[in-house]
């Protein structure tokens, strides 16, 4: 056993000696912390748009992957399971189809960050931005302005909210700088 290995294996018994037994939380509730990690990545990648906006690529990735975790609120506030994808085309179709819907625009916008963060549309490389390439391969596109996607992942939160139980859209309104907030660096 490796010296790496012998350290997680430690360190895994002292998680397991810390571990609750678990129950199942209703989707509808996972909706709300979908939304609410969405706003974390989002007001991380704000916070890098207004102070560092040379630092394209992890600020494309923390916003890819806030409109990644708005879209699967979307889902999971319909009581579905979210699936296990970072696509956000594939993801918008699946809320599309429970009638999500975000205007011509937006889509636009997120076919252009996807183009980043998830796969090129030129050479079909993915995670681009995250990893170089085996090949030499232009890199760039569109990048879609930070407080549009701000706006998207605002619209896409609203939707969701609007789909659960009462009492849970109640809650979607307490997440931190989930309105007041997150306008402020947009």
Known sequence: MSNIEKAQSNIKKLYKLINEPSFPIPKEMQAVHWAYIAVEFLTAASILDKKEPHFTNPKLQLTGHAIECSMKACIASIAAKPPNKH??????????????????????????????????????TKFKSRYPTETSERSGGAIPPHSDMVAISNTLIEQAASRVPGILDDMFRTIPTYRANLTKFA
């Open 87 to 124: 696509d956000l085309v594939q993801l918008y179709k699946v809320i599309e189809e429970h009638g999500f819907h975000l205007d011509d625009r937006s889509l636009a916008l997120i076919v252009h960050l996807n183009h980043h963060y998830y796969q090129d549309l030129g050479t079909g």
